[in-house]
């Protein structure tokens, strides 16, 4: 019955359609919002709720046939509230405070489906033993929203009821989504609620909610979040920060450097900490300092405060004079009860003290801590916003930390340089609010396909570089290549149709230029990028010349 | 029994009216007549002899059954006139009330604009059936 000329013609008459009414929409909720405005003044209360009802009734039923599904749902919920509140005239309180929020919420959450943000990927690049995600969300609407964004970066999502978290049998967590909303009662039941369900589970909990206060985020903190995000969800920093956190949320043990001169008690914290996960380095001596940190890459200090011809508060303050090391958390470890002599050592650098003896429970928790805010703290200023990579002076520090440890301890590593295809037409054509989804989308992608070992840096623009350790060109070439594949499989929406975007890649390893600088092999790299450009892009080229010039 | 081709649609809201004639006339294929209120629908029906009407039930001044009422009167409405009612709340009662009318048939809203004349379509194939 419908030919396809005619349905065309249809749609693009539907999309006016749509257009007309989301305008239309807008003078709906200015009326709205004066109608609730005026509730609270009683004489006219009832003919105001007759109003506010005809006006949902109206969006409830016209909504959805202009696409508007989730905002028809809300309106629906809405009249069915305001209706009990007119048949039911004893109870004034139950049209909720947030109803309106709500509804523009509905709206906007529209609307990003819609404009040019979306961002739709293929199944393709779920990668089997994928991060899972529990999602505890009441609106089935917002959830399915939720789960097929995030399976599009390459989660496992799982929605679930709050009342079956202990009883499913998905996959073990790596992290739970849940919207703080999801169980009634007042604010102590749900903190006790969700303290009592969450004691036993291990991984990190992002909590969502309408609400943006300090309150909110309070309750989400106590309730044992580690994150809170407000609704409308911005899906693609929400996929930023959960691949961050389950990429980096403690799998890589953490490194301590103990300065002790007392071999034993040296070797007692050593174990202690090993045994708790941690890798230790211990040195006794001070005159080591700058060689071992720069080796070893500590990411806490524990020291004695006194040590044979110079004070742990010295060896602190010349750390806080070094740029590298300067936030670097320093404990003390002293019997010293003279404590005009440890506020000294305090003022001079140093985070904490321990008191010999040490109670080595504490000192386990101290060190996770510190170690934790430490990482957070690195994140947040070597990491660029929109992907979540490494800086361009990071990803460069990088390189010259894996050249210099290859000359020490010889190893092969490979550097990849990589860049977004025609990036200038996607921004011409779509603006650059797509174009940094495109970015992000590549930032992300990046994360799920690399080892946490491996330094993925934006090195500008729509350029990124990786350095990967114990991987040789050829195994660069396979690695980055099955990343340009997925990223090819990307479906980008802007300006309302769909499009996506290819890459290049050039590939280089150490091997190629043993005795040359980190510098030279970087250039290597872009050489090969730059004939994978010219060679029709849309394919990784490897400098060694022999993983070939494929086409894409 | 041969396909409808006149629909005769009352509907109060006009982005709806203009949604309704995209999904019935451009994509069903339907001839129809859209009309703004109960009153404009009893001056056209005659003229028009439609087989299918489509009534909104909530409408200013006269409503949906209302409307049918005032057509019964006017005799515009024969046995193999389908009649149907669109509505956002579509509860039991609400079905059994407009049944005991001689309305079987509810078209809920919000409708889909795609697939509204096929809904139709097969509403009509069970009406004659």
Known sequence: MVDSTRSNVAGYRLATLKKAYAERLESEFRKLEALADRLDEPPSRNDTLHEMHRALHTIAGAAGTFGFHLLGQKARELEQLVAKDLTEPGEKTLIPVAWFTELKEALAAHNREQSTETVKASQQTIIDGSPCIWLVERDDILAGYAQSQLTSFGFQVFHLDAGDLKTTDHPAPDLLLIDHHAVQGDVTERQSFWQTLLEDVGCPIFFMGAEESFNARLQAFRAGGQGYFVKPLDMIKLASHISQIIRTDDHEPGRILIIEDDRELAMYFQSTLEQAGMQVAVLDQADQLFETVSEFSPELVLMDLRLPDVTGAELAGLLGQSERWAHLPVVYISAESNSRLRNQALLQGGDAFLEKPVDTGILVRLCLTRIRKLRELERTRNRDSLTGLLKHANIKEALQLQWKLAQRRPQTFGVVMLDIDHFKTVNDTYGHVVGDTVIAAAGTLLRQHFRITDKLGRYGGEEFTLVLPDCDADQAWQLVDRLRKDFADIKFVGNGEPFSCTLSAGVADNRQCPSDTAEALLEKADQALYRAKHAGRNRVVSASGLTGVRPG | ?129
């Open chain 2, 1 to 129: 029994m041969s396909a409808p081709e006149k629909v005769l649609y009352v509907e109060d809201d006009p982005d709806i009216r203009e949604i309704a004639t995209l999904a019935l006339r451009d994509v069903g294929g339907f001839t129809l007549k859209t009309c703004e209120s109960g009153d404009e629908a009893l001056r056209s029906v005659q003229a028009f002899a439609p087989q299918v009407i489509l009534l909104d039930v909530m409408m200013p001044g006269m409503n949906g059954p209302e409307t049918l009422a005032a057509l019964r009167e006017q005799d515009a409405i024969t046995d193999s006139t389908l009649v149907m009612f669109m509505t956002a709340k579509v509860h039991p009662d609400e079905l059994q009330r407009y049944k005991k009318m001689g309305v079987e048939h509810v078209i809920s809203k919000p409708f889909d604009p795609m697939t509204l004349a096929d809904e139709i379509r097969l509403i009509w194939d069970g009406f004659n059936g």
